[in-house]
C-alpha cells in the first residue's frame, strides 16, 4: 500500500514537471499550426473546409495522451535510467535539426544523434573538464542512450497503432503535379500526437523514493537505492503523400513499414542495453532506417500509376464533403461517376447540366473499385450543395495545386503561400511535411 501511494504521489509531482515544462505545449502549437495551414490548404483548392482544426488538435491530444499511459506502463517494466537532462538534450537537438528540415521533429534522429555523440565522446577527455564544454560533455555521457533508443522503438509502435488506426481520417484531397506537370487528385495524411510519457526511473535521475518497488524492470541500473518519476514530453507524426493508393489502403502501408521499424529498432537497442560497443551501430539503424522509410513510401508510389485521374469511363471522384447529398448517397473517393439522370458525361460541365436536367431528384451511376455498376439516388432540396459535394480529380482548368510544403522551421513560420497558380503565379494555400 505505501509502494501505490508512493507511485501516486510520485506520478503527481511527475504531472505537475511536464505543466511546467513548455515542451508539451510547443509540440501542440505546433500541430495546430499544422491542421491550421492544411485547412487552409482545403479552402483555397476546393473552397471548402473538410476538417476542423479545433476537433482534430482535441482527438489528437487525447490519442496522445493513451499512448502517453501505454508507453509509460511499458517503460516501467522495461527500465530505463533517463534523467531531466535527456529531456532537454532530445529538445534542443529536435529544434536544431527543424531549423534543417521540419520532419526531423521526430525523435528517432535526436536519440540516434545523442548516442552517437555520446559514443564519440567516449574517445576524448571532454567530460573530465571543468569548463562549459566539459559540463556538456558529462551531460551527454550520463544520458542513457540505449534507454532512449528503446523509448523510440516504443513510440513507434505505438505510432503504427495510431496510423492504421486514424490515417485515412487525417487525409486531406489535394490537386498536385504528377508527370510532365500534368494536374493530378492525391492525398496528403497528417498526424500528430503530443504524447506525454511519466517514467520509472532508477533515483539517480531525481526525487528520491526509498521504497521498493513491487516488480523487478528488465534492464537498467540498480534499483536498490530508490526510484523517481520524470515527465519526458514526446511527439510522434506522419506525413505520407500518395496519388495511386485510396487513404485506407495507404495509412496499412505507412503503418507497416512504421511496425516493422520499431521492432527492429527495438531489438538493436536492447542488444546494444546489453553490449554498449553496439551502441554506434544501433544508432546508425535507428537514424537510417527512418530515411529509408521515407524512401520506401516515395519509391513505391513512383512505381504505381495515378489513381486520381478521370479517364474515358467518366470523372473520378477526389474527394466528399462532409454533410452533403454525396455523402448521403454513399459516394465514396476513388469511385467514377458514369452517368447523371441517365445521361453519360465526360467533363465536370456535363455533370453540371446534366444535374439541372432534374433539379429535384438526382440518379448516379457509379463505377466501383471493382469496375462494377452500382446506383445512388436521391431527391435534392433547396440550399444544398449544388454540386452535390463531390470533390471531381482535377482537369484542365483546374487553376491551384498544393504546393510543397516549408522544409525547415522558419519557412514553417514564416511561408504564407500554401498552394501554386498554374502557370507559376503564387496563390494563397496549403501545406505538406513529412514526419
Given at each position: 500500500?505505501?509502494?501505490?501511494?508512493?507511485?501516486?504521489?510520485?506520478?503527481?509531482?511527475?504531472?505537475?514537471?511536464?505543466?511546467?515544462?513548455?515542451?508539451?505545449?510547443?509540440?501542440?502549437?505546433?500541430?495546430?499550426?499544422?491542421?491550421?495551414?492544411?485547412?487552409?490548404?482545403?479552402?483555397?483548392?476546393?473552397?471548402v473546409?473538410?476538417?476542423?482544426?479545433?476537433?482534430?488538435?482535441?482527438?489528437?491530444?487525447?490519442?496522445?495522451?493513451?499512448?502517453?499511459?501505454?508507453?509509460?506502463?511499458?517503460?516501467?517494466?522495461?527500465?530505463?535510467?533517463?534523467?531531466g537532462?535527456a529531456v532537454l538534450?532530445?529538445?534542443?537537438?529536435?529544434?536544431?535539426?527543424?531549423?534543417?528540415?521540419?520532419?526531423?521533429?521526430?525523435?528517432?534522429?535526436?536519440?540516434?544523434?545523442?548516442?552517437?555523440l555520446?559514443?564519440?565522446?567516449g574517445?576524448?577527455?571532454?567530460?573530465?573538464?571543468?569548463?562549459?564544454?566539459?559540463?556538456?560533455?558529462?551531460?551527454?555521457a550520463?544520458?542513457?542512450?540505449?534507454?532512449?533508443?528503446?523509448?523510440?522503438?516504443?513510440?513507434?509502435?505505438?505510432?503504427?497503432?495510431?496510423?492504421?488506426?486514424?490515417g485515412?481520417?487525417?487525409?486531406?484531397?489535394?490537386?498536385?503535379?504528377?508527370?510532365?506537370?500534368?494536374?493530378v487528385?492525391?492525398?496528403?495524411?497528417?498526424?500528430?500526437?503530443?504524447?506525454?510519457?511519466?517514467?520509472?526511473?532508477?533515483?539517480?535521475?531525481?526525487?528520491m523514493?526509498?521504497?521498493?518497488?513491487?516488480?523487478?524492470?528488465?534492464?537498467?541500473a540498480?534499483?536498490?537505492?530508490?526510484w523517481?518519476?520524470?515527465?519526458?514530453?514526446m511527439?510522434?507524426?506522419?506525413?505520407?503523400?500518395?496519388?495511386?493508393?485510396?487513404?485506407?489502403?495507404?495509412?496499412?502501408?505507412?503503418?507497416?513499414?512504421?511496425?516493422?521499424?520499431?521492432?527492429?529498432?527495438?531489438?538493436?537497442?536492447?542488444?546494444?542495453?546489453?553490449?554498449?560497443?553496439?551502441?554506434?551501430?544501433?544508432?546508425?539503424?535507428?537514424?537510417?532506417l527512418?530515411?529509408?522509410?521515407?524512401?520506401?513510401?516515395?519509391?513505391?508510389?513512383?512505381?504505381?500509376?495515378?489513381?486520381?485521374?478521370?479517364?474515358s469511363?467518366g470523372?473520378?471522384?477526389?474527394?466528399?464533403?462532409?454533410?452533403?447529398?454525396?455523402?448521403?448517397?454513399?459516394?465514396?473517393?476513388g469511385?467514377?461517376?458514369?452517368?447523371?439522370?441517365?445521361?453519360?458525361?465526360?467533363?465536370?460541365?456535363?455533370?453540371?447540366?446534366?444535374l439541372?436536367?432534374?433539379?429535384?431528384?438526382?440518379?448516379l451511376?457509379?463505377?466501383?473499385?471493382?469496375?462494377e455498376?452500382?446506383?445512388?439516388?436521391?431527391?435534392?432540396?433547396?440550399?444544398?450543395?449544388?454540386?452535390?459535394?463531390?470533390?471531381?480529380?482535377?482537369?484542365?482548368?483546374?487553376?491551384?495545386?498544393?504546393?510543397?510544403?516549408?522544409?525547415?522551421?522558419?519557412?514553417?513560420?514564416?511561408a504564407?503561400r500554401?498552394a501554386?497558380k498554374?502557370?507559376?503565379?503564387?496563390?494563397?494555400?496549403s501545406?505538406?511535411?513529412?514526419g
Amino acid at each position: 500500500m505505501a509502494t501505490m501511494i508512493d507511485l501516486l504521489d510520485g506520478f503527481g509531482q511527475a504531472a505537475l514537471q511536464l505543466l511546467a515544462q513548455p515542451f508539451y505545449y510547443i509540440s501542440v502549437l505546433f500541430i495546430i499550426l499544422q491542421y491550421m495551414r492544411q485547412i487552409k490548404t482545403e479552402r483555397q483548392l476546393f473552397a471548402v473546409k473538410l476538417h476542423n482544426w479545433p476537433s482534430l488538435v482535441l482527438r489528437a491530444m487525447g490519442a496522445g495522451l493513451l499512448v502517453g499511459l501505454a508507453v509509460s506502463a511499458a517503460g516501467a517494466f522495461i527500465g530505463t535510467a533517463l534523467t531531466g537532462e535527456a529531456v532537454l538534450w532530445l529538445w534542443a537537438i529536435a529544434v536544431v535539426l527543424m531549423l534543417v528540415r521540419v520532419r526531423y521533429l521526430c525523435f528517432a534522429y535526436s536519440a540516434g544523434i545523442i548516442a552517437l555523440l555520446q559514443w564519440a565522446i567516449g574517445f576524448t577527455s571532454l567530460a573530465d573538464g571543468n569548463d562549459w564544454l566539459g559540463s556538456l560533455s558529462a551531460s551527454l555521457a550520463g544520458i542513457d542512450a540505449a534507454g532512449l533508443l528503446v523509448i523510440v522503438a516504443l513510440l513507434h509502435l505505438a505510432e503504427a497503432a495510431l496510423v492504421r488506426w486514424q490515417g485515412d481520417k487525417l487525409s486531406t484531397p489535394l490537386f498536385v503535379e504528377g508527370k510532365r506537370g500534368k494536374l493530378v487528385g492525391g492525398y496528403m495524411l497528417q498526424g500528430f500526437w503530443p504524447v506525454p510519457l511519466l517514467m520509472i526511473v532508477p533515483a539517480a535521475g531525481g526525487g528520491m523514493s526509498q521504497a521498493a518497488l513491487p516488480w523487478t524492470p528488465l534492464f537498467g541500473a540498480d534499483w536498490a537505492q530508490g526510484w523517481s518519476v520524470i515527465a519526458l514530453p514526446m511527439v510522434i507524426g506522419f506525413t505520407e503523400m500518395t496519388r495511386s493508393l485510396l487513404p485506407k489502403q495507404k495509412a496499412k502501408h505507412a503503418a507497416k513499414g512504421l511496425l516493422m521499424y520499431g521492432i527492429i529498432v527495438a531489438i538493436a537497442a536492447l542488444v546494444a542495453w546489453q553490449l554498449p560497443i553496439l551502441l554506434p551501430l544501433a544508432a546508425l539503424i535507428t537514424v537510417l532506417l527512418h530515411e529509408a522509410l521515407v524512401w520506401r513510401s516515395t519509391v513505391s508510389e513512383a512505381r504505381r500509376s495515378p489513381l486520381y485521374i478521370n479517364d474515358s469511363r467518366g470523372l473520378r471522384i477526389l474527394g466528399i464533403v462532409p454533410g452533403t447529398p454525396a455523402e448521403a448517397m454513399g459516394l465514396l473517393p476513388g469511385e467514377v461517376v458514369h452517368k447523371v439522370n441517365g445521361i453519360r458525361i465526360k467533363s465536370k460541365e456535363e455533370m453540371y447540366e446534366a444535374l439541372r436536367h432534374n433539379p429535384a431528384f438526382c440518379k448516379l451511376e457509379i463505377l466501383n473499385f471493382e469496375g462494377e455498376i452500382k446506383f445512388a439516388q436521391r431527391a435534392r432540396y433547396a440550399g444544398e450543395h449544388h454540386q452535390l459535394g463531390v470533390i471531381l480529380a482535377p482537369d484542365e482548368q483546374a487553376n491551384y495545386y498544393a504546393a510543397a510544403g516549408p522544409a525547415s522551421l522558419l519557412q514553417l513560420l514564416r511561408a504564407a503561400r500554401t498552394a501554386n497558380k498554374r502557370g507559376g503565379e503564387a496563390a494563397a494555400a496549403s501545406e505538406s511535411s513529412e514526419g
